[in-house]
């Protein structure tokens, strides 16, 4: 049997309105918003008994999710948000835009940081990392030619 896609990436956040409205300027859509509690969700996950609020953003192209998840019960236990990149489990989410100047614009007005800087990859991408709400490192890349 083949692996047929990948359907999401999970990101927990702690304010989930902030965080939808940044990745709805970014460019991605509301596809829905639940809440998910009980014991057989605890099963799934491991943490018992649980009440997580969650909201799925979709890409425009259909393709990939972005699950924003909110833990009511039981509370958040670490925090990675402002780990460095060379850090050790789950970076990123990069994104394809179309104009990466437009694109920083926008985000800046919704508090979004550049991480370094932006850099043009041999001629090929235009690259860069920003610090999203809560810190989420987040990558952008602008196809050149």
């Known amino acids: ?24 300027e970014l460019g991605l859509d509301l596809e829905g918003r639940a809440t ?47 780990a460095p990149v060379n850090a050790l489990g789950y970076l990123r989410v990069m994104f394809a835009v179309d104009d990466l100047n437009e ?13 370094g800087e932006v850099v043009d990859y041999q001629g090929v991408y235009r690259l860069c990392y920003i610090r999203g709400p809560e810190g989420i490192l987040i990558g952008l890349a602008q196809e050149l030619g």
């Not at 990948?6 to 409205?21: K, P, R, S, Y």
């Not at 008994?49 to 990939?64: F, K, L, N, Y």
């Open 1 to 24: 049997m083949a692996l047929k896609r990948m359907d999401n990436v999970g990101i927990v956040v702690e304010d989930l309105d902030t965080a939808i409205a940044f990745f709805q």
């Open 103 to 115: 694109t920083l614009e926008r985000l800046y007005k919704r508090g979004a940081e550049l991480a």
């Open 36 to 82: 998910i509690e009980g014991e057989w969700a605890g099963r799934v996950t491991g943490l018992g008994d649980q009440h997580v609020e969650i909201a799925m953003m979709r890409t425009p192209d259909g393709h990939s999710r972005l699950e924003l998840s909110r833990f009511i019960r039981p509370g958040v236990i670490a925090d990675h948000r402002q």
